[in-house]
C-alpha cells in the first residue's frame, strides 16, 4: 500500500464519507488506514466484519456486499449500516431481528439504476412502492439509497447513471427524508462526487 497516495485520496474525499472497503487486505494493511483516522470501513462479507471488529476501536462498519437470509442477524448485529437491500422480504427480517435486540438498524436501499443484468437493485420506478412498505416497520430506518455505476470505460455513461442516481435521491427526499447518497468505488468516485454523492465505498485505489 502507497500511505503517500492513500493520504492523497482521503485528502480528495474529505467532503464526503469515505467507506473504506477492507475486502481481502490485511490487517495491517487495515490498522494503516485506521491510524491515518479513517474510521467507517465497508466489507461484503459478515464474517469478514465479525472478525475485524474487536480489532479496532470506535470504528463503523458497513455491510456492502450481497444480503444472504441466513446472515442477517449477523450484519444486524454487527453493522452501523447496510448499504446493499434490494428486495422487500430482506427489510422484513432486518425489522424482525433488529426488534429482537432492541436496535433501530440503519439501512440503504439497493437501486439497479444502470438497468445492468448483473446488478441487483430494485427498479427506480419502485420506489414508491419500498417506502410505502418501509413506513410499516418500526426498527428499521432507511437512510438513502445506494448504487453502482455501469462496469464500462465510458465516463459519459457513468456520469448518466449517477445524474440519475441523484435525481432518484432527490425524488424520494421529497416523500421521505434520506441524506445519503451511496455510490462511487474505486474506478469512478470522482465522478460520483461531481454528481453529489455522500458516501463513496473505495478498497483497491487505495
Same mark, same amino acid.
Given at each position: 500500500?502507497?500511505?503517500?497516495?492513500?493520504?492523497?485520496?482521503?485528502?480528495?474525499?474529505?467532503?464526503?464519507?469515505?467507506?473504506?472497503?477492507?475486502?481481502? #487486505?490485511?490487517?495491517?494493511?487495515?490498522?494503516?488506514?485506521?491510524?491515518?483516522?479513517?474510521?467507517?470501513? &465497508?466489507?461484503?462479507?459478515? #464474517?469478514?466484519?465479525?472478525?475485524?471488529? /474487536?480489532?479496532?476501536?470506535?470504528?463503523?462498519?458497513?455491510?456492502?456486499?450481497?444480503?444472504?437470509?441466513?446472515?442477517?442477524? #449477523?450484519?444486524?448485529?454487527?453493522? !452501523?449500516?447496510?448499504?446493499?437491500?434490494?428486495?422487500?422480504?430482506?427489510?422484513?427480517?432486518?425489522?424482525?431481528?433488529?426488534?429482537?435486540?432492541?436496535?433501530?438498524?440503519?439501512?440503504?436501499?439497493?437501486?439497479? !439504476?444502470?438497468?445492468?443484468?448483473?446488478?441487483?437493485?430494485?427498479?427506480?420506478?419502485?420506489?414508491?412502492?419500498?417506502?410505502?412498505?418501509?413506513?410499516?416497520? /418500526?426498527?428499521?430506518?432507511?437512510?438513502?439509497?445506494?448504487?453502482? &455505476?455501469?462496469?464500462?470505460?465510458?465516463?459519459?455513461?457513468?456520469?448518466?447513471?449517477?445524474? /440519475?442516481?441523484?435525481?432518484?435521491?432527490?425524488?424520494?427526499?421529497?416523500?421521505?427524508?434520506?441524506?445519503?447518497?451511496?455510490? &462511487?468505488?474505486?474506478?469512478?468516485?470522482?465522478?460520483?462526487?461531481?454528481?453529489?454523492?455522500?458516501?463513496?465505498?473505495?478498497?483497491?485505489?487505495?
Amino acid at each position: 500500500m502507497n500511505i503517500e497516495h492513500t493520504k492523497l485520496i482521503i485528502d480528495a474525499t474529505k467532503s464526503q464519507t469515505l467507506i473504506v472497503v477492507t475486502k481481502n #487486505q490485511t490487517i495491517e494493511d487495515v490498522k494503516s488506514i485506521y491510524d491515518l483516522g479513517i474510521r467507517n470501513f &465497508g466489507e461484503n462479507k459478515i #464474517q469478514e466484519i465479525i472478525k475485524k471488529k /474487536d480489532l479496532f476501536e470506535n470504528v463503523n462498519w458497513h455491510f456492502i456486499g450481497r444480503i444472504q437470509s441466513n446472515k442477517i442477524k #449477523q450484519m444486524v448485529e454487527n453493522s !452501523v449500516l447496510i448499504h446493499s437491500v434490494n428486495e422487500l422480504r430482506y427489510f422484513d427480517i432486518i425489522n424482525k431481528e433488529a426488534k429482537k435486540i432492541n436496535k433501530i438498524q440503519n439501512c440503504l436501499i439497493q437501486f439497479n !439504476v444502470a438497468q445492468e443484468e448483473t446488478k441487483a437493485g430494485f427498479n427506480i420506478n419502485e420506489y414508491e412502492m419500498i417506502i410505502n412498505h418501509i413506513k410499516t416497520l /418500526d426498527n428499521v430506518s432507511v437512510q438513502g439509497i445506494m448504487l453502482m &455505476g455501469p462496469h464500462v470505460e465510458e465516463n459519459e455513461k457513468i456520469n448518466k447513471v449517477f445524474k /440519475d442516481g441523484k435525481e432518484l435521491f432527490d425524488t424520494i427526499n421529497e416523500i421521505h427524508p434520506i441524506n445519503i447518497l451511496s455510490m &462511487g468505488m474505486s474506478n469512478d468516485y470522482n465522478i460520483a462526487i461531481l454528481n453529489g454523492a455522500t458516501h463513496l465505498r473505495i478498497g483497491s485505489a487505495l
